[in-house]
């Protein structure tokens, strides 16, 4: 495969799902892909929910275009945050727009949603899913997933510390003592361990719990109090570095151990999911209703159903004096440093993708491998395959 890198026509279109303020090139990113040899073409307005003018893209030698259809239509490569599959009600109307060969980058959360990944097939487009970039040391520059657990797991701290009545610091008055809340974070995963660190710097007693022993230095190094449970964990974690999914028996025991350590905790936060498939249930009801009243839950995989019970998505649910958060879509309530932080990712893939075969990426590398989607009119990912085909011989 030749190493001579190829040279994109980029277009970055306004991003259209409801609640979305991200934007998947900032002026920075766009300045380097230039630098590069590239050109870019950003639809108007699309960066002003991150904090970016029109203006600030001109200063850096990007095309800013009026319409949605100049910038699919007159580029090799579209970026965006939230592609078709994750945005299906109003991403309907770009599958359209899609033209052979073209290469569309973005999150498409294909492993939940097979059947749209089958409706892009057919349109001939090169369609890469961030979420699939592999966890290895030479993908790590690209990994999205994690930049946005980044995030998630900052903002998540912030937001439980404004609903819990207690202030997290000790402190040492002329009122007397004020005691330190206690949190418990559950998962330390990239969202964990940033929820952990947060609720350190704020002074809080933190303690975390993983399902992977091998995270037990990880939380310590960052302060926090790891809780061992008597669970058999062997095989607990995937080649990719995420936590494999358990049978029910080994949830119930988990809850069972866990129950102690949240009746004492100010604070909650979870962190669970599993790719393309619901959140395990580690927070019942009855532990709710164990915790001190005024106590929160915060359950960062509300978007998969919610490691809590209770756990409504975007609802903040009241029960019984006790308050269970369920955010969706924190990166994008940050979305400034999300977008930069997105950006970089997209531009180190792009760059790989320019040395790996451009527009006929190589896919025998794994990185392309792993998050190629959809070539030549077809399903490429070995991944989505094996999914696909074990829900037809369930079916």
């Given at each position: 495969m030749s190493e001579e890198k190829t040279q994109f026509k980029i277009g970055v279109p306004k991003e259209?799902?409801?609640?979305?303020?991200?934007?998947?090139?900032?002026?920075?990113?766009?300045a380097t892909l230039i630098?590069?040899?590239?050109?870019?073409?950003?639809?108007?307005?699309?960066?002003?929910?991150?904090?970016?003018?029109?203006?600030?893209?001109?200063?850096?030698?990007?095309?800013?275009?009026?319409?949605?259809?100049?910038?699919?239509?007159?580029?090799?490569?579209?970026?965006?945050?939230?592609?078709?599959?994750?945005?299906?009600?109003?991403?309907?109307?770009?599958?359209?727009?899609?033209?052979?060969?073209?290469?569309?980058?973005?999150?498409?959360?294909?492993?939940?949603n097979p059947a749209l990944v089958e409706e892009v097939a057919v349109t001939s487009a090169s369609v890469f899913a961030m979420e699939l970039v592999p966890r290895t040391t030479r993908a790590q520059s690209m990994d999205a997933l994690s930049s946005m657990a980044t995030v998630a797991g900052y903002q998540a701290v912030l937001l439980a510390a404004s609903a819990c009545p207690k202030m997290f610091p000790l402190l040492m008055t002329a009122a007397g003592t004020v005691a330190p809340a206690h949190v418990f974070v559950v998962?330390?995963?990239?969202?964990?361990?940033?929820?952990?660190?947060?609720?350190?710097?704020?002074?809080?007693?933190?303690?975390?719990?993983?399902?992977?022993?091998?995270?037990?230095e990880q939380v310590e190094s960052l302060g926090g109090k790891f809780v061992?449970?008597?669970?058999?964990?062997?095989?607990?974690?995937?080649?990719g570095g995420y936590a494999k999914a358990a049978g029910e028996d080994f949830y119930r025991k988990q809850r069972e151990m866990m129950s102690a350590v949240i009746k004492e905790s100010d604070?909650?936060?979870?962190?669970?999911?599993?790719?393309?498939?619901?959140?395990?249930?580690?927070?019942?009801?009855?532990?709710?209703?164990?915790?001190?009243?005024?106590?929160?839950?915060?359950?960062?995989?509300?978007?998969?159903?919610?490691?809590?019970?209770?756990?409504?998505?975007?609802?903040?649910?009241?029960?019984?004096?006790?308050?269970?958060?369920?955010?969706?879509?924190?990166?994008?309530?940050?979305?400034?440093?999300?977008?930069?932080?997105?950006?970089?990712?997209l531009v180190n893939l792009l760059k790989h993708i320019a040395r790996t075969g451009g527009m006929n990426p190589d896919r025998t590398d794994d990185i392309i491998a792993g998050t190629l989607l959809t070539f030549d009119g077809k399903i490429v990912c070995e991944q989505l395959l094996e999914i696909m085909n074990k829900n037809k011989e369930q079916a």
């Open positions: 259209t799902y409801a609640s979305e303020n991200r934007v998947a090139l900032v002026p920075d990113a766009v630098k590069d040899g590239h050109s870019v073409a950003i639809e108007s307005g699309a960066g002003l929910k991150a904090g970016h003018a029109d203006t600030a893209y001109l200063a850096v030698s990007a095309t800013v275009v009026s319409s949605r259809e100049e910038v699919f239509n007159n580029n090799d490569v579209i970026l965006q945050v939230r592609a078709y599959g994750t945005n299906v009600e109003a991403g309907k109307g770009d599958i359209s727009k899609y033209r052979p060969g073209q290469i569309v980058i973005g999150h498409f959360d294909p492993l939940s998962g330390a995963g990239v969202a964990g361990l940033q929820a952990i660190a947060t609720a350190k710097r704020l002074g809080a007693i933190v303690h975390a719990y993983d399902v992977r022993p091998a995270v037990k061992e449970l008597d669970l058999t964990t062997e095989d607990s974690e995937t080649s604070v909650v936060i979870t962190t669970a999911a599993v790719p393309g498939r619901k959140a395990p249930i580690l927070v019942t009801k009855e532990m709710v209703e164990g915790m001190n009243t005024g106590s929160v839950v915060l359950d960062l995989a509300a978007e998969r159903g919610g490691n809590c019970e209770l756990t409504v998505p975007g609802e903040t649910v009241y029960h019984e004096g006790r308050k269970i958060l369920g955010p969706v879509n924190l990166p994008s309530t940050i979305p400034y440093h999300a977008s930069q932080m997105y950006a970089r990712n």
